[in-house]
Structures are given as C-alpha cells and as structure tokens.
C-alpha cells in the first residue's frame, strides 16, 4: 500500500510533539509499506531523500525568521506550503494523512484525494474555537479563520484526536463519531526503561517550542521564587522559538543567568530523557496544550508534572500531574527539591495507550474501519 503523509514541519528537522508522533508512525509503517511525507525543507534536508525508509518530499524552502511574525505563525509560509504541494499529484496512493495544521493546505489535500480516489485522515492536536482565535489573531480574523477552521476540518473519511478533549471539540463540529479515535504513539517504552541516571537533582525543567502560549514568563516567575527558599536550585528550559530572546531578557533582568539555564533541544531523545529522569520536578504552565506529550514523557520517567490550575491538559493527563494554583508552586517544588515528594501514584496501564507498540494495531483497525485492509506492501 502507497501512504502518503503531509505536514509542514517534519521531525527530527523541527522537534515538537506532533511531529515526534508522526515521524514514529512513518517509520513504522515504512517497514510494510511504501511511505512518502510531503513538508516545508529546514536546514540540512535536501529537496528529497530517504531515511529510516521514509520518503522525504520537500521542495518549498522553510524561512524560519518567517515562520512565526510578532508570534503568531505566518499565513504566508502556510499558504508557500499549500502550494508547495502540487508535488503531490505526480504521485498515486492509496491513503493520506494530513496535519490539520496550519489548515491552507487542506482544500489542496482533499481535492488529491477526490481526484486519485484516496482515503483522507485528518491528524488533529487541536481545534480552537472562536474565543481563542480572537485572542491568537484579533476579533476580524478570529472570527473569518473559525469559520474556515470549522469547515474546512469536515468531510475527511478518518480523524486521529491526540486526546479526549480534541474528540469532543470535534464531534462539536458535528463529526461522525465513528470516525473518530483517539490515538497518539510516542512512548517509546524500552527506551524509557533503559534511561540511567546517578541521582536526582535540585533541577526543575521544562522543554518544548518557546512561544507565549506556554507561559515560560510564569516559568520563569515561579522559578525566582522558589531560588529564594532553595538557593541551589537550578531552572532548565529546553526548546528553541520565536520567545528566546524575551525570556533570556528576562532571566537576566532578574539576575537569574546562571539558576536558570536555557538550551536548544537535543539531538537525540536519549538525552532530552536523562534531562528530564534528573530533575526533581517538571513544571509546566502552558495554557495551549492539546495533549501535553512532555508531560507524559516526564511520568513515565518518574519525575512528577505540577500544572496551573488553568491548564488545558486533558483529564486523562492531567489525572497523572499535580495540580496547583500558581501561588502554591513554589511551596510545592521547593518540598520536592529538598527531597519530601510530591508524587502521585500512576497506574502504569495509563501509559500503555501512548506505547508506539500499538502503532501497527491501531492503523489496522483504523484502515479497516476505512475499508481498505491492511495490505502489506
């Protein structure tokens, strides 16, 4: 079977966790099949290549100081992008899977499908409603990309919601729910289980693309305060984003250079996990999160999670975390760095749903319900 997936942003070129997840599925199912993804091309990519067995397609080149303006993505990049993809139509396959976002691209996505007779499965993280692209993008063009959103999202044959809030927000656009499921594989278990470290430290991390939305100014914030009860306490920031400069400019007005510690992300997961497995505490107080995949990673690790009380992290994660208003944060940390805990008790089965060992029982059942099978070759 010929399987084409489509995203702007690709792993390991560009490291989120959506794009975590769709490089494991490609990878597995390259191993039966033949797989092609379609993206924007980054640094060191090439216009196309093969890796891990993965087709790569990228003949539009990404501009990143173009790819977030005053922080909000680009709908010009969105739009190269949606051009970019009549590549596509040299190709025939049987199935398509399309990153709803950044969603210029998808009337290009279905019309390849109506033409070549394939199967469309919508990846979805998030959908916002209207209140939020208000915020995002001003009353005017919130109100026009709803609308669009809203349409533009129906009449695929399948949906994959990355969680049980991202399901709702679809039925609410009145979606069958029978094709529906909820799946997202990142967990790579026997990793995880392999990850050694000497001891914890006196660290509180937190890792992941710096834009406003993940609120690392209240990171930050928390942070300076709990350096006041435990001096030897170290803040460690993982990612790279269009808010890098803001936030050292931060750290640095509040004397804080050498506590709080910023770094771009690792260039294998191995490390970002040892990060994580050494830190007493992950604090994450992002208010946009369609599933929160650090998160998880960081339970599974045993390193416990503290949320704001505002988080939008689905219940089935949140459920693992601790929640917490922000004032009570660094009370909450500061006792987990001087070794008295803040676990939760985690039910390990929770953590079986996201295993990437699922990949190829999920797809199976996902084609079938497709009517398609699941075809090798």
Not at 22 to 34: G, N, R
Not at 205 to 223: H, N, P, Q, S, W
Not at 344 to 356: C, H, Q, T
Request: net charge positive; charged share 30%.
């Amino acid at each position: 079977m010929k399987m084409a997936f489509v995203s702007d942003v690709v792993y390991p070129f560009v490291k989120g966790g959506v794009e975590a997840t769709e490089y494991e599925e490609m990878k597995t199912l390259a191993k039966e099949h033949e797989v092609h993804v379609f993206c924007m091309r980054f640094s060191n990519m090439k216009t196309e290549f093969i890796s891990d067995g993965i087709h790569y397609h990228a003949k539009i080149r990404a501009d990143k100081k173009s790819f977030y303006v005053k922080g909000i993505r680009s709908s010009k990049e969105a739009a190269r992008f949606a051009l970019g993809l009549r590549e596509m139509f040299k190709y025939e396959f049987d199935v398509v899977q399309a990153n709803a976002f950044p969603l210029l691209h998808l009337p290009l996505v279905k019309l390849y499908c109506k033409l070549n007779k394939a199967k469309l499965m919508l990846d979805i993280a998030e959908v916002w409603d209207k209140e939020h692209w208000n915020k995002y993008i001003g009353n005017v063009k919130g109100s026009i990309a709803h609308v669009y959103n809203s349409n533009v999202l129906k009449g695929a044959d399948f949906y994959i919601a990355n969680s049980s809030v991202t399901k709702e927000a679809l039925l609410k656009l009145g979606i069958n729910p029978n094709k529906i499921t909820v799946f997202t594989p990142f967990l790579n278990m026997k990793l995880i289980s392999n990850v050694k470290v000497p001891k914890k430290s006196k660290s509180v991390i937190v890792a992941g693309r710096l834009i406003k939305e993940k609120r690392l100014d209240t990171f930050i914030e928390v942070m300076s305060n709990v350096i006041k009860d435990v001096p030897d306490a170290k803040g460690l920031i993982i990612g790279n984003g269009p808010e890098k400069n803001t936030l050292e400019n931060m750290i640095h007005a509040k004397g804080l250079d050498k506590k709080i510690v910023m770094i771009k992300p690792y260039k294998e997961k191995l490390e970002l996990y040892k990060a994580i497995k050494s830190s007493s505490v992950m604090l994450q107080m992002s208010e946009r999160e369609g599933l929160s995949e650090i998160a998880i990673e960081s339970i599974a690790l045993g390193t416990p999670v503290i949320l704001p009380d505002y988080t939008p992290i689905p219940k089935e994660v949140r459920d693992m975390c601790i929640v917490a208003d922000e004032k009570e944060m660094p009370r909450l940390i500061a006792k987990a760095l001087n070794g008295k805990g803040v676990y939760k008790k985690i039910n390990k089965r929770n953590l079986k749903r996201y295993d990437i060992a699922n990949i190829n029982k999920y797809y199976s059942k996902i084609f079938k319900d497709m009517g398609i099978g699941y075809l090798k070759g």
